[in-house]
């Protein structure tokens, strides 16, 4: 249509060039599973998000930590529009654990999203809230209930497979390679962030690489 099409920093590369999704997920070439259209989307023009693009009375809210950059749009009524800031109650309840790209930066997040002063707020797979505050409170502590877990398992050292392994066996998740590949990216997140906090460390047995909570 000739419409402009925005994204913040690094999400505006891969929109043009989709093949970075998933090599960032699998962390290599990508399976041929992972290269299907939603993962890999056609490349599309984008030119990098900055504030002057935005229309008259609209304003944003950083929200990285689900992805790479992520941002939240408040137009002037009042209606802000959160992203995947945050997943329904019953998603939590039911699976737990979904992707996350910096766990840091979406704890920061939640607590900036609790902040944001709107009418409604319209989440990317939740009905629309007038307050947020309670789900984002309930995605925080998931988050921390998650790395509980990570940390339980861990407390002999496992190896990255072996801690893959038993996240999906104690979530129930259903095993398939998009899966292991999403879940999988999201536990070494979670590994890298626990670690810079000091509670899991890497340790080396001859050629394997372990993660043990200190």
């Given at each position: 249509t000739g419409c402009e099409v925005y994204a913040p920093g690094v999400c505006a590369q891969i929109l043009r060039f989709p093949y970075l999704e998933p090599v960032s997920l699998f962390g290599g070439f990508p399976t041929k599973e992972m290269r299907t259209k939603f993962v890999m989307a056609k490349s599309c023009h984008c030119r990098e998000f900055t504030a002057d693009v935005l229309p008259e009375g609209m304003d944003f809210v950083n929200l990285s930590g689900h992805d790479f950059e992520q941002i939240g749009f408040k137009t002037s009524d009042g209606v802000f529009f959160a992203a995947d800031s945050v997943v329904s109650r019953e998603t939590v309840e039911k699976y737990k654990i979904a992707f996350l790209y910096d766990i840091a930066e979406h704890l920061k997040s939640l607590e900036r999203l609790k902040s944001v002063d709107a009418s409604l707020f319209i989440p990317s797979h939740c009905e629309p809230l007038r307050d947020i505050s309670e789900l984002a409170d309930r995605n925080i502590q998931?988050?921390?209930?998650?790395?509980?877990?990570?940390?339980?398992?861990?407390?002999?050292?496992?190896?990255?497979?072996?801690?893959?392994?038993?996240?999906?066996?104690?979530?129930?998740?259903?095993?398939?390679?998009?899966?292991?590949?999403?879940?999988?990216?999201?536990?070494?997140?979670?590994?890298?962030?626990?670690?810079?906090?000091?509670?899991?460390?890497?340790?080396?047995?001859g050629s394997k690489l372990l993660w043990k909570t200190s």
């Open positions: 998931n988050v921390y209930e998650v790395a509980g877990v990570i940390k339980e398992l861990c407390k002999n050292g496992l190896s990255i497979d072996e801690l893959i392994e038993k996240v999906f066996e104690k979530f129930g998740i259903k095993l398939y390679i998009m899966q292991y590949e999403l879940i999988g990216s999201t536990v070494r997140s979670y590994l890298s962030w626990l670690n810079s906090l000091g509670e899991i460390t890497p340790v080396f047995e």
